[in-house]
Nanobody, 114 residues
Framework: QAQLVESGGGLVQAGGSLRLSCAAS????????MGWFRQAPGKERDFVAL????????LYKDSVKGRFTISRDNTKNTVYLQMNSLKPEDTAVYYC???????WGQGTQVTVSS
């Protein structure tokens, strides 16, 4: 079983940047495909980005391509989401997830002001 803890959220002005982190414990981290999702108020949870077990493959939601970068450090059991050129519509609670086993963190709030 995996435990996931996100951090790095906060309030930022439009055009700014934030870096989210998700620290994992439990089963060896390199066995998990990791993803980031987000849920805005009144909306369903939505896919943002995914990274394969060794980091060789990444996928992104169209609206974040070129602005967000997902990465991982398997030696630190951590996955990151670098978010640049943030927009008010990026405001949401961001969750990390381990695909194998469907594990989720508690979420971290990102608020982008206009």
């Amino acid at each position: 079983q995996a435990q996931l803890v996100e951090s790095g959220g906060g309030l930022v002005q439009a055009g700014g940047s934030l870096r989210l982190s998700c620290a994992a414990s439990g089963r060896p981290f390199s066995t998990y495909t990791m993803g980031w999702f987000r849920q805005a108020p009144g909306k369903e949870r939505d896919f943002v980005a995914l990274i394969s077990r060794r980091g060789g493959t990444t996928l992104y939601k169209d609206s974040v391509k070129g602005r967000f970068t997902i990465s991982r450090d398997n030696t630190k059991n951590t996955v990151y989401l670098q978010m640049n050129s943030l927009k008010p519509e990026d405001t949401a609670v961001y969750y990390c997830s381990a695909k194998e086993g469907n594990y989720w963190g508690q979420g971290t709030q990102v608020t982008v002001s206009s």
